[in-house]
């Protein structure tokens, strides 16, 4: 079951603008995780926010949650090329806590 | 250095012959977990661990099987391999409660071609 979706599938900026990408998720959650995919390698984890947080910054990245559309947002401050990867949302269903559902991810390309 | 570690990186095999894939962890974690990874499908779970000897299904465990008899390790099991089984496979670990989850730290991946 596809718990999260990432919104645009594929972003492209230039060095110094800011990116943001979206992640509409179904159920009810008590986590939310965003994690970074550099091309065919592992993924490492960005940021987590909690049900009961609303906003989560973490360097040049920050992170919203709003639960009551079911949304969150990761927006990246004054982007650079070695942001350049496919970024995902992961969620974990508050009544199933043991899974953790991954979306389809956004492709994020910086242009020097 | 704390790390999960995937092996083999790459495979290349035939139809029907069984395979395994190692995934190990030296963070003392108690939850372990396989994904797959399909182009325009992002990363679907295969079966997650708990802990030693609790294991279950995630999202797409047909044509796989997994065990944990040690803590560090939780190996993929392909017992007979079909081509639709073609995929980049990550292992990743946490630590684990029932109030929610925790950042996965998450193997370098395995290119597996089942041809």
């Known amino acids: 079951s596809q718990q999260g979706e990432e919104d645009p599938q594929a972003l492209s900026i230039q060095e110094g603008e800011n990116a943001t990408m979206n992640c509409s998720y179904k159920t009810s959650i008590n986590n939310l995780q965003w994690y970074r995919q550099n091309s065919g390698r592992g993924l490492v984890h960005l940021i987590l926010i909690r049900s009961n947080e609303r906003e989560k910054h973490s360097g040049r990245l920050r992170v919203t949650l709003d639960t009551s559309k079911k949304s969150s947002s990761l927006l990246i401050t004054a982007s650079r090329a070695a942001d350049t990867a496919s970024y995902f949302c992961?969620?974990?269903?508050?009544?199933?806590?043991?899974?953790?559902?991954f979306g389809t991810g956004t492709r994020l390309q910086v242009f020097p | 250095e704390a790390q999960v570690t995937q092996n083999p990186r790459y495979l290349i095999t035939v139809t029907g012959k069984k395979l395994t894939v190692t995934c190990s962890q030296n963070m003392n974690h108690e939850y372990m977990s396989w994904y797959r990874q399909d182009p325009g499908l992002g990363l679907r779970q295969i079966y997650y661990?708990?802990?030693?000897?609790?294991?279950d299904k995630g999202d797409v465990p047909e044509g796989y099987k997994v065990s944990r008899k040690e803590k560090r390790n939780f190996p993929l099991i392909l017992e007979s391999p079909s081509p639709n089984q073609t995929s980049l496979y990550f292992c990743a670990s946490s630590f684990y409660s029932t109030g929610g989850t925790y950042e996965q730290y998450f193997g370098p991946g395995t290119r597996l071609t089942v041809t």
């Open positions: 992961a969620t974990d269903e508050k009544r199933n806590t043991d899974k953790l559902i």
């Open positions: 661990s708990m802990n030693v000897e609790v294991t």
